[in-house]
């Protein structure tokens, strides 16, 4: 079954692309949720702002930005290729920063809104039975927060695998290297290849569809 | 016990401003901050226990300083050792009551109770009578057994003063009578001692050894008092003069 042979690689690249970009969205949301949930911080609503932007702003028009931000003469690319010898341009690496930015803000407003949710008594309280910090974040503020992160994660996911715009323009369409599901079903169109795209549309819309549901699952109050 | 509390804070909001200067010492195991909503209460009870800052003054309890504005010290609220029920009991929804009250022995990251400690806090549990309900959640208690569960966890560490925001409000009438009992005898039983803010002057005739009435953000006056005593001054409140 050609079809099934040469969706396979793209389906393993997304997932793996997918995962890297979810678990760095995830990371960061968190932590910049907390902090503008919890401490007064100046430009909060800028800040705010700017981490909904890629949100609304046209996928090219971050992939442009990543360019010049990360590209191989930009300050950071040269950086990164001298110290690390991470190379984003035409790598999958690429793809899931891309990726990554672009689930940012999904994982960053559903953490915000559930850490908002988490009534500030219950970590003075913590505060008072001799909880640091650490202790009130992981057993209190989490915990109470978590359905809503977690969903708010998996859009992220399902949102990376989606990825297009911003991925192509960094990171290109190198079959079995960048070539991820929706820039295979693309070019799969582009070659009259109707049978690839037919199964590798199929596929995509299984997954996602699973996420959602998933992730409605989880939003289902418990307590 | 040895209390001596002196504390200046403005508070705005909304445009009003409400500005609290007050100052107090007790030798008594059991004070009564009696007051009308809105008079400080809240404010003056959250100072002591660190979570406010005051914008002047000093916290000073057996001894240890825990806030001193001049000499720059700010105990925070973990490091006070100071036991706290909440008017509502802030029992944490997502953990068992056996959980709940052995919250302080928890570890910071994940995981249950350890073996040794969960066997101190069940036994903990039985002395408050709520070891049949170690593994229940918040949710599934009576407010009777929600406050039994607050004042546990608040006890188990043994603080060296326990803080007690509106202990009965939230109780009906009938409820309220014996939870009044109930923590008399927590307080012979752990001599521990209370700090309890109120606005009902039912309250008083049970626990003020020594009263704080506080009205507006400042104190009206401060006396120690025996229960006779107390009666009479219950009178006077309740015919409003």
């Known amino acids: 079954m050609p079809a099934l042979n040469e969706a396979l690689t793209p389906l393993l690249l997304t997932l793996k692309v997918a995962a890297w970009a979810t678990l760095i969205a995830f990371v960061f949301a968190l932590a910049w949720a907390y902090v503008l949930t919890r401490y007064r911080v100046w430009g909060r609503e ?21 360019l010049v931000l990360v590209g191989r003469r930009s300050l950071i690319g040269i950086w990164l290729e001298d ?76 949102r990376a695998m989606g990825e297009f715009g911003a991925t192509l323009m ?5 079959p079995g290297k960048t070539q991820t599901m929706s820039i295979a079903i693309y070019e799969a169109v582009q070659a009259g290849r109707d049978d690839v795209a037919n199964f590798l549309v199929v596929l995509t819309s299984l997954v996602c569809i699973a996420i959602l549901l998933a992730s409605g699952k989880l939003l289902q109050r418990r307590y | 016990m040895k209390l001596d509390v002196a504390i200046r804070k403005k508070l705005s909001a909304e445009g009003r401003v409400f500005d609290l200067d007050i100052a107090f010492q007790s030798v ?64 944490f929804p997502h953990l068992s ?4 009250v052995g919250f302080a022995m928890l570890g910071n990251l994940a995981g249950g109770l350890h073996q040794s400690v969960e066997a101190e806090v069940l036994a903990f549990l039985r002395s408050f009578e709520l070891h049949e309900l170690a593994r229940s959640y918040p949710r599934q208690l009576s407010g009777g057994q929600r406050q039994r569960v607050a004042l546990a966890r608040a006890l188990i560490r043994k603080p060296a003063l326990l803080l007690l925001d509106e202990p009965f409000a939230a109780l009906d009438p009938l409820l309220r009578k014996k939870m009044r009992q109930e923590l008399l005898d927590i307080r012979a039983r752990f001599a521990v001692p209370m700090i309890v803010i109120t606005h009902d002057p039912e309250d008083l005739e049970f626990f003020a050894d020594y009263l704080v009435l506080l009205d507006a953000g400042r104190i009206k006056s401060t006396r120690s008092s025996t229960r006779a005593e107390r009666g009479r001054l219950i009178e006077q409140l309740l015919s409003g003069s």
């Open chain 1, 170 to 174: 960094i990171a290109g369409s190198i």
């Open chain 2, 97 to 100: 009551v056996a959980q709940n």
């Open chain 2, 28 to 91: 008594e195991d059991m004070v009564v901050i009696f007051g009308p909503s809105g008079s400080g209460k809240s404010v003056t009870i959250q100072t002591i226990a660190g979570l406010r800052d005051p914008d002047a003054g000093r916290v000073v309890l057996n001894g240890r300083v825990l806030f001193d504005r001049q000499a720059g010290i700010d105990l925070p609220a973990r490091a006070r050792n100071i036991g706290y029920v909440f008017q509502d009991y802030a029992l």
């Open chain 1, 46 to 66: 800028t800040i705010d702002a700017i981490f909904t932007l890629p949100m609304v702003l046209p996928p090219t028009v971050l992939g442009y930005y990543l």
């Open chain 1, 83 to 158: 110290t690390m010898g991470i190379r984003l341009i035409f790598t999958w690496q690429g793809a899931a920063l891309a990726a990554s930015i672009v689930a940012f803000p999904l994982v960053y407003k559903a953490a915000r809104a559930a850490m908002q949710d988490v009534e500030h008594q219950l970590e003075k309280a913590a505060r008072l039975l001799g909880a640091n910090e650490t202790k009130v974040f992981f057993r209190v503020t989490l915990p109470l927060a978590w359905r809503g992160v977690l969903a708010g994660t998996m859009l992220a996911f399902a």
